[in-house]
């Protein structure tokens, strides 16, 4: 991926004020990290959302503020509105390139698995969404890739184990190598109580006649 560059300038808004930051099309953020103090910054909204969905939370990002010289930051932190998808802060992480890092990095499943699509035994069942590593910034994946095309049964996994990090990176924290990532997981077949439920649920209900009234 090629380098990728963002502009950003200091800002005095804080606390409520950061509203108006946003009202002028702005992402107010903060930058922090080795051996500089934290800065209170905004960025146009969006070339900072252009960045986060190319960037992620693993690759290195050009961030120059006030026309200063660029330093190299990961994004630490993206907060979105979930009712309006619109972005509401950016925290910045700036690093050093010499020091190892310890970063969650997605994980992305590869290829099909025959129990799923062939033999159709069961459902892939993705149990970790992301694995914490640890390495130089410049080394950090984007994601990592779990190949599932030989799972052939139900309950075959890809565990912790099985993945084959990039050279530079290995797994940090407390990671259990026999840890399921993905794993083939059996169709649940129905129960007769639970088959004999639905089907009494799907019935019209039939209204017992009126009796009539006495004169």
Known sequence: MADLTLTAVTRSERGRHVQAVRRHGQVPAVLYGHDLPSQAICADTAEI??????????????????GARARKVLFHDFQIDPRTARPLHADFFAVNLRERLAVDVPVRTIGEAPAVTE????????????????????????????????????????RVRDIVLPEGVTLAGHLDPD?????????????????????????????????????
């Not at 959302?49 to 006030?66: C, F, K, P």
């Not at 599932?148 to 996994?157: K, N, R, W």
């Not at 399921?180 to 089907?199: D, I, L, Q, Y």
Request: hydrophobic residues 45%; proline residues 6%.
């Open 49 to 66: 959302v252009r960045v986060w969905h190319r960037a992620g939370r693993t690759h290195l990002i050009d961030l120059s503020v006030d």
């Open 119 to 158: 033999l159709k035994l069961g459902t892939l069942q993705q149990v970790l969404a992301t694995l914490r590593v640890e390495a130089l910034p410049g080394n950090l994946p984007d994601h990592l890739a779990v190949d599932v095309s030989g799972l052939t049964e139900v309950d075959a996994a890809v």
């Open 179 to 215: 840890d399921v990532v993905v794993k083939v997981a059996p169709v649940r077949a129905a129960t007769t109580e639970e088959t004999a439920a639905e089907a009494a649920e799907a019935e019209p209900a039939i209204a017992e006649p009126e009796t009539p009234e006495a004169d």
